[in-house]
């Protein structure tokens, strides 16, 4: 992601940005695991006898599907309403946190699969539009964790512009 993303979501309304990580990427999400698990079973099965072939890819996007379904699940019905009332509860978001490591192993684990999303010379076009797909997957996840890691579950603290807690500077 870049940091212009980045800067866009920093100051905006915790609201606006959970509608926008729920379309933009978990709808998203729901719509490519399931897509990208049939192409893998399908070049499981159709090309298992290659050398190249992504074995076992199938039934860790599979799983991949159950375990990012409910973390989306848990985000979208306890922690992101919380988060839109500028409530930060420490637990749910560590947790998340640590889901989201999780994440990136399962994606470290799709390119040790796959070589590395290298396709051998002979692919398929149906092999070609996995790898396509799991590209875009693996770049939509990381971006998903970063804006949530680095502005969603960051608690925003208020600039004091006057009282007791603002300093201008001279008191040092």
């Keep these: 992601m870049t940091n212009t993303i980045i800067e866009q979501w920093q100051d905006k309304p915790n609201l606006e940005l959970v509608e926008f990580i729920v379309e933009r990427f978990h709808q998203v999400h729901r719509q490519q695991l399931p897509e990208l698990k049939q192409l893998a079973l399908k070049i499981e099965d159709v090309h298992g006898d290659h050398p190249q072939a992504p074995q076992g890819l199938g039934e860790h996007l599979d799983n991949m599907l159950h375990e990012l379904e409910s973390h ?58 996995l790898y396509r797909g799991l590209a875009e997957l693996i770049q939509d996840l990381n971006d998903h964790i970063e804006l949530e890691n680095t502005v969603l579950f960051v608690e925003q603290q208020p600039v004091p512009t006057h009282g007791k807690d603002f300093c201008c500077g001279s008191c040092q």
Aim: with cysteine; charged share 30%; glycine share 4%.
């Design 72 to 129: 989306m699940m848990k985000e979208e019905q306890i922690l992101f309403p919380m988060l839109a009332r500028d409530i930060y509860p420490s637990g749910p978001i560590s947790v998340m946190e640590e889901e989201h490591e999780q994440h990136d192993q399962d994606i470290q684990k799709i390119r040790m699969l796959t070589n590395d999303l290298t396709l051998p010379e002979d692919a398929c076009g149906s092999w070609q539009a």
